[in-house]
Every structure is written in C-alpha cells, then in structure tokens.
C-alpha cells in the first residue's frame, strides 16, 4: 500500500514566470437536461484545483445555462440528440478541440440516451488524451467492458460501488465484500487506474500498488460530491501528475475538503457546494 505523502510529494512544482498554459487545459464532456449541476460541479472543481484553462462541452440547448452559470470556466456548444444530450454528430469538433487539451473528463450528468453513450465510447478509442471516465461514463461500458482497452493513452475510472456492479455484471453485495481484490484484478486486466469510491476509497493501478484512503465522511454521501472528485482528478492529471498519483490525491484533498465542511455544517446538512468552498483551503498547502 503506498502512503500519501509519497504521492503529493510528486505534485509539480509552479514556477514563478509560469503562465496559465503551464497548468492545463481540462476538457469537460459533460450534462444534460436535469443533470446541468453535475457539469457545473465537475468543471468547477478543476478550475478551483488548479487549471489554467477550463472547458465545459455541453449540448447546444444546456449551453445558455451553463454559460450564465459558469465564469471562469469556459462553456461550449456541440451538437446535440433529440434528448439535449451530446450527439454523435458532435464527435469530430468534439476531437478536434481535445487536441488543444492536456486531459479529458468525460461522464457527469451526460445521460444514458443511447447515443451519446455510443459517442463515449467512440471518443475512449480515438481522442488519445489521458481521460478521466465517471459516472454514465462509465456506465456506457456495461455489456461493452472490453471496449475500454481500445484507450490509447492514460486512463482513470472513478465508479461507486453501484457503478462497478453495473460494470462488471455482478451483485453489489460481491462487489461491495470484495472491493479491494475487484478493485486491484480490474485495475492490472484493463490497464488502467481504478477509483473504486466508498468509505476507504481504494486507488489501484495495473502494476498491483493500491492506495486505501482515510479522509471523507458519511455527510460526502449526497449527490455532487462525486463529480467534484472527477474534476479534481481531471485537473490534477491535467497539470501534468500521473494518473494514479492525481487519482491519489484527489481522493485525499476531496475527502479533506468534505471533513473541514462536515466540522462547520455537521455531516447532515452537507452540500457538494460547500466541498467546492473548501478546496483553496486543502489545496493551498499546494502552491
């Protein structure tokens, strides 16, 4: 098992005459109709984690919302189904505009809408960034799980237990019983860096090494807290840290940031916001 302070003493130094181009470009493929927070949410969190450029792809008819929503982040329109969900159509602009990108997120609030579903997994294969794939990202693997090999450059998979389930085509229970030996098997037979969230979030990579994390509370589990986790791990591999190490840290920085909230609001009244409003506080011992 490796220790935190092996993985944040890897975090890249900022150098004094650096420019916001130094710190990455996260491209956030993300929302829909009803799930516009978790766009907000996921993009938010990897400016405020330390990016120097941010941008949200959305649907054409989400981008007004985004756009009013949204300051620092920049929000762009693409194609979009009937649902309002990313099309198909979108998928050459949509690589087109990730080859100016460090890291792509790609997941939050996008739909199930079999379409863009199908245009997940077509970007995985062909956009050739690090990506960061999250909920109905992931999602768009069930019953096409081997279709993650087709990545061709680093790849982090942040699924909650339901999520891995859904995954994998098991019952929560064996997921949830055995979540660090599914965590390590599927991290080593896909190659990639798996986030296998829950109280004692494993971090496992394809060599075998596996971080278990301490931080976080029960008042983290409310809708949101997860997409703020993608875009800190989004941000972080971004920057240019490597994806099991930005993985790593991301989960020890948003479990911090949900405990110094749980201690002012109490763990009942808990809001992704206010993990939002917390990580200058966790991240600036960073800097």
């Known amino acids: 098992m490796i220790n935190i302070d092996e993985i944040l003493k890897s975090f890249p130094k900022r150098?004094?005459?650096?420019s916001k181009k130094d710190f990455g470009h996260v491209l956030v493929i993300a929302g829909s109709v009803g799930y516009t927070g978790a766009a907000y949410l996921t993009s938010q969190a990897a400016i405020l984690s330390g990016s120097g450029l941010v941008t949200l792809a959305v649907g054409k008819s989400i981008y007004p919302i985004m756009a009013e929503k949204l300051t620092e982040v920049m929000v762009k329109p693409f194609f979009e189904t009937r649902d309002y969900s990313l099309s198909l159509l979108a998928e050459k602009e949509l690589l087109a505009f990730s080859q100016n990108c460090t890291c792509a997120c790609i997941g939050p609030g996008i739909s199930r809408n079999k379409e863009t579903q199908g245009l997940?997994?077509?970007l995985l294969g062909k956009i050739g960034k690090p990506v960061v794939l999250d909920a109905d990202g992931i999602?768009?693997?069930a019953g096409n799980v081997e279709s993650l090999k087709k990545a061709t450059a680093p790849l982090?998979?942040?699924?909650h237990i339901g999520e891995m389930a859904r995954l994998l085509g098991k019952d929560i229970d064996e997921v949830k019983n055995n979540r660090k030996d599914i965590a390590l098997e599927f991290a080593h037979q896909y190659n990639i860096v798996l986030v296998l969230k829950g109280h004692g979030t494993i971090v496992a990579r394809p060599d075998g090494a596996f971080y278990v994390n301490e931080t976080g509370n029960v008042g983290m589990?409310?809708?949101?807290?997860?997409d703020c986790l993608t875009g800190m791990i989004a941000s972080f591999v971004g920057q240019g840290m490597d994806a099991f190490n930005s993985a790593a840290a991301g989960v020890y920085f948003h479990g911090m940031a949900g405990d110094l909230a749980a201690k002012e609001k109490g763990s009942l009244s808990l809001l992704a916001t206010d993990l939002?409003?917390?990580l200058p506080e966790v991240l600036k011992t960073l800097a």
């Open 15 to 18: 150098a004094p005459d650096a």
């Open 120 to 122: 997940v997994r077509s």
């Open 139 to 141: 999602n768009a693997f």
């Open 156 to 159: 982090v998979l942040t699924p």
């Open 221 to 226: 589990a409310t809708g949101g807290t997860g």
């Open 276 to 278: 939002l409003n917390k």
